[in-house]
């Protein structure tokens, strides 16, 4: 039987056409290829930019298969090859010139009073108001009361979503390879009022991230998944760990960590 590929792809012109070129190719070396999702595939090329890869990601609903990204984006952190390198990956990928990388996800458990619903993250877990309004949210970690916090919201991310939206909320940057999750406040009110914490909070990968909103204005609250809002309303709790779902992603030897911070960020 031929070994089979998954493709997905975005809908811009430049990763319609590399699909083509991508899909002529791997037939050409032997392969399989599917635009739907085979659960016997043996890989899942992504292309497009980070946006792709974690819609592809979601779409597929966190697969064990093992995910490549190639750039047709912009920044491109989960993307390790370019449209020009197509044959250099498949040859590389024929002689196992390859390595995987374990992603943890993280998890939020949304409750109301009457049900639970458990959302994963490959990036960032976002607390924010509806309608732009100030938040009020009671924040507890393993069960022990932290602060009332009054601000935008408040973001949780896994190490490779460090890079992210967290990056541009002015968290820390953190190496993949650490086990953590990093708390990080959306403009938070610090005045005689409200007294909040301004810089991010680092907790262990297996800290317990409680938030209980206090409801004023609204009773619903969005909660971003990966830049994806769901509106809910009537949250009671909502708690936050380290999932034990991961994502494995095909990195190519040359893949560096903090060279590519480098060569994106400065």
Not at 97 to 110: K, R, S, Y
Request: net charge negative.
């Amino acid at each position: 039987m031929k070994r089979t590929i998954t493709i997905n792809s975005n809908s811009l012109d430049i990763s319609i056409k590399t699909r083509k070129i991508l899909t002529e190719k791997l037939i050409k070396a032997g392969f399989n290829v599917t635009y739907n999702f085979d659960p016997n595939s043996e890989l899942i090329i992504s292309i497009g930019g980070d946006g792709s890869f974690l819609k592809t990601v979601h779409d597929f609903d966190y697969p064990e298969i093992p995910i490549l990204g190639v750039n047709t984006g912009h920044l491109g952190f989960f993307t390790d090859v370019y449209p020009d390198f197509l044959d250099e990956f498949i040859s590389d990928y024929l002689k196992g010139n390859f390595i995987l990388q374990d992603i943890p996800l993280i998890q939020a458990t949304v409750c109301t009073k009457g049900s639970c619903l458990d959302m994963y993250a490959v990036n960032d877990v976002v607390i924010k108001g509806d309608k732009s309004r100030t938040i009020h949210l009671k924040l507890n970690v393993n069960n022990k009361d932290i602060q009332n916090f009054s601000g935008d919201g408040l973001l949780v991310s896994t190490p490779t979503g460090s890079t992210a939206y967290n990056y541009a909320a002015g968290g820390s940057i953190v190496d993949p390879s650490l086990k953590l999750m990093q708390l990080t406040p959306l403009h938070p009110i610090n005045t005689n009022a409200y007294r909040c914490f301004t810089s991010s909070i680092i907790f262990p990968h297996d800290a317990i991230i409680n938030v209980f909103p206090e409801y004023r204005f609204e009773n619903a609250l969005l909660i971003v998944i990966d830049g994806v809002e769901y509106r809910l309303e009537k949250i009671t709790s909502i708690a936050i760990t380290t999932s034990d779902v991961y994502v494995k992603l095909l990195r190519l030897t040359n893949y560096e960590f903090w060279s590519r911070v480098s060569e994106k960020f400065l």
